[in-house]
């Protein structure tokens, strides 16, 4: 399975490479008080935690754990104007391009001393402007395919048909500033939709980035609140709340300290592992494991994957000679206490190559060379 990436994005000053350094744990992005101080886009490969590994571990007896990762990438603000050149424009637009998904960091705290880039904090403005610089940008991509495809279809060519078709539709849909994503459309073009590569139509995960205070109730946030009420409206948008500034902080205590520290806040866990959570769960990944003496190990793979799939994940032979996958659900072997025990149960079974892998499922592959 190709990796798969979530991009980072929101105006100048809203906390963006802050999260970014706390996410993968690194000083990487230069977080600064002024706009564009990430110039070239900051890729960093995160860990999905996931309390599963720890009770594996110990079935399994080994002391070598290491967890699935996604990549972040941290792009540099995005200003009104972007799609016609503003700031670092089109440069910035096409790193949101290559992205699966993204994560837009909105600023709801209020701080004199952090400058925003429009004047007073104004969150749901804020997102306004970056999806109009997407739909605009989606505007000049579609109506560049629709020409294309329009010389195309004078030699009666089907595909070329249907994509005029949609991206008539599409483009016009655009034009009364609605997003790709907002498009209704048939199963056959959501497939089609998708080869249009367009900005608007990745899913969003909304990351409001509160002030320290906040942290134990912040519904009580009157920021918090609008973003949640606009895109609980929406299809494919999710939202977290995060502190970025104790994110950052905690990268600099233990494990026990960190715990201390958030436990002083009244919250019990890190808004980083929610976020990081959330943007797996919104790329449509899942995760299963393989267990043994020599390690524990968690696989990405993207919910619907048949056997064989999942098998070529951890390498494309497994997927060429795959014969049986030998699974046990991570409840029933936690249960069970062991591979034998939940065999003896009844819980470990044999699985052919129709069989499509859930969340949590424990396998050992069987494979000709």
């Known amino acids: 399975m190709a990796k798969t990436q979530a991009g980072i994005v929101g105006l100048p000053n809203v906390g963006k490479s802050t999260l970014f350094n706390a996410l993968t744990r690194s000083r990487k992005a230069e977080a600064a008080n002024y706009p564009f101080c990430t110039i070239e886009p900051n890729v960093g490969v995160v860990l999905v935690p ?3 590994m720890q009770k594996l571990q110990v079935i399994a007896g080994t002391k070598v754990v290491i967890p699935a990762t996604i990549d972040i990438v941290d792009i540099a603000g995005l200003v009104a104007g972007a799609s016609k050149g503003e700031g670092k424009g089109n440069d910035f637009l096409s790193n949101i ?5 993204i994560i837009h960091v909105v600023r709801c705290f209020d701080n004199d001393d952090i400058v925003h880039s429009m004047g007073k904090v104004d969150p749901i403005r804020d997102i306004e402007v970056i999806e109009t610089e997407l739909i605009l940008a989606d505007i000049q991509s579609a109506e560049q395919q629709l020409d294309r495809n329009q010389k195309k279809v004078r030699s009666q060519d089907k595909d070329a048909i249907a994509n005029v078709e949609l991206l008539a539709r599409l483009v016009k849909h655009l034009n009364e500033n609605q997003p790709a994503s907002a498009l209704e459309v ?12 367009l900005l608007s139509s990745k899913k969003v995960l909304f990351a409001c980035n509160v002030a ?6 912040p519904s009580k946030n009157p920021h918090v609140a609008a973003v949640a009420a606009l895109i609980g409206k929406r299809h494919g948008c999710e939202h977290v709340v995060i502190c970025a500034q104790v994110e950052a902080e905690l990268c600099d205590l233990s494990p026990a300290e960190a715990t201390e520290f958030l436990q002083s806040l009244g919250v019990t866990d890190s808004g980083v592992s929610s976020l990081i959570r959330g943007a797996y769960h919104l790329l449509g990944l899942a995760t299963y494991f393989t267990a043994g003496e020599k390690e524990v190990r968690a696989w990405t793979f993207r919910s619907g994957m048949t056997a064989p799939q999942c098998a070529a994940v951890i390498h494309t032979d497994f997927e060429k000679g795959f014969v ?5 659900s991570y409840e029933d072997l936690v249960k069970n206490g062991s591979v034998a025990a939940a065999r003896d149960a009844g819980r470990y079974r044999l699985e052919g190559k129709s069989y499509l892998f859930k969340d949590g499922d424990v396998a050992l592959f069987r494979f000709t060379d």
């Open 212 to 217: 320290e205070g906040d942290l134990a109730d």
């Open 186 to 197: 048939s199963d056959d073009e959501r497939a089609r939709l998708k080869t249009y590569n």
């Open 97 to 101: 391009r290559e992205c699966d998904a």
């Open 324 to 328: 049986k996958a030998e699974i046990v």
């Open 50 to 52: 996931d309390e599963r």
